[in-house]
């Protein structure tokens, strides 16, 4: 079964409106999710929903309100995001960081009481798109155990960086863990194993099985400095932006809870430190350079392919999502069948 993408965006934008959102927030929201699904990263995409339903079902993300800005300068804000999908809240506080650092060189804009907004790339990627470099961090629900210990303390904790370039798309979006959460989710959701050395069972011991990884905690990549840099996004993207840290985190993983996690990004304007199109030429020159090594790859190379094999072949649903999609649609008087092919 498969959903092309143009179909995906115009099923989110129906289901979305029909559940109360407006048409601006829902395009972005629809945005955000198909971004993820092109890309490969189908954890964060359209799988995500039953999720979401279940979050607007239980009043812990709202489909309506504004978000307020509590404090702000030339070159930061603090935002409350009163709760509204994650998409919306991170959309405009990326646009607001953008906008200040094309002034000043520079700008931070912290939320909380937001929600999981998708892949964190995205965000990066509207900085790329306005010709500024762009870094998005964010904490999660407990899900890492510190080293040597098994009980999950630190978050999962992503972090993007996007470059701007003439030629080349030059972004990485990762976790800190050795995998994203929603990938055990859609492995538990799909009946598959995950692979070795990802995670450990509630005892402590590794496991294959998404179920008890999910009960357990997920390895930090690269073991120390995993663990470090989550670390410290967890204080950058908890008590920085008055939102909770560590064990105080919920409602990123199932939105059975309010989500209490806080984000960060951050916009620079390479124009007020250097020439622009020196700045590109010198960064397309280093791009040709590792190019010319060998057989290699440059960050970003990977979503490009994945983006141009799904926006042709379309994003294959498998049977789970499939029927869950399914009734959300049926719920809400919506034709499903409209929007898939096989």
Do not use: W
Not at 148 to 155: E, F
Not at 177 to 197: D, M, T, V, Y
């Amino acid at each position: 079964m498969i959903l092309t993408a143009e179909k995906e965006k115009s099923l989110i934008i129906e289901i979305l409106t029909k559940l109360g959102l407006s048409e601006e927030d829902a395009g972005i929201v629809a945005k955000a999710t198909l971004d993820a699904d092109l890309k490969g990263f189908t954890s964060h995409g359209i799988g995500r929903f039953p999720q979401y339903i279940h979050g607007i079902e239980s009043g812990n993300i709202l489909t309506d309100g504004e978000i307020k800005i509590e404090k702000e300068t030339e070159a930061m804000a603090l935002i409350n995001g009163n709760h509204l999908f994650g998409q919306v809240v991170a959309y405009k506080a990326m646009m607001l960081a953008i906008e200040k650092a094309k002034k000043v060189g520079i700008a931070a804009v912290g939320t909380h009481d937001s929600n999981h907004f998708g892949v964190t790339g995205f965000y990066s990627d509207l900085a790329i798109k306005n010709g500024v470099i762009g870094v998005v961090t964010a904490n999660t629900d407990p899900a890492i155990a510190p080293l040597g210990a098994k009980d999950p303390i630190i978050g999962t904790n992503p972090i993007a960086i996007g470059i701007p370039a003439e030629d080349t798309y030059i972004a990485v979006d990762m976790a800190t863990s050795a995998s994203a959460r929603g990938k055990l989710l859609e492995a538990q959701r799909k009946g598959e194993k995950i692979p070795e050395n990802v995670a450990l069972d509630s005892e402590g011991n590794p496991t294959t099985d998404p179920t008890e990884a999910l009960k357990g905690s997920i390895l930090p990549f690269g073991a120390h400095k995993g663990y470090a840099l989550a670390f410290m996004i967890e204080l950058m993207t908890g008590p920085l932006v008055n939102a909770a840290c560590g064990i105080g985190v919920t409602g990123t993983a199932n939105h059975s809870k309010k989500c209490t996690k806080g984000d960060l990004f951050i916009a620079i304007d390479p124009s007020k430190f250097v020439d622009m199109d020196q700045f590109k030429s010198e960064t397309e020159d280093f791009v040709d350079q590792v190019r010319a090594s060998g057989d290699t790859f440059v960050p970003g190379d990977l979503e490009v392919k994945n983006i141009a094999k799904n926006e042709k072949f379309g994003l294959k649903v498998d049977e789970k999502l499939y029927a869950n999609l399914n009734k959300i649609c049926e719920n809400l008087e919506i034709d499903f069948k409209e929007y898939i092919s096989n």
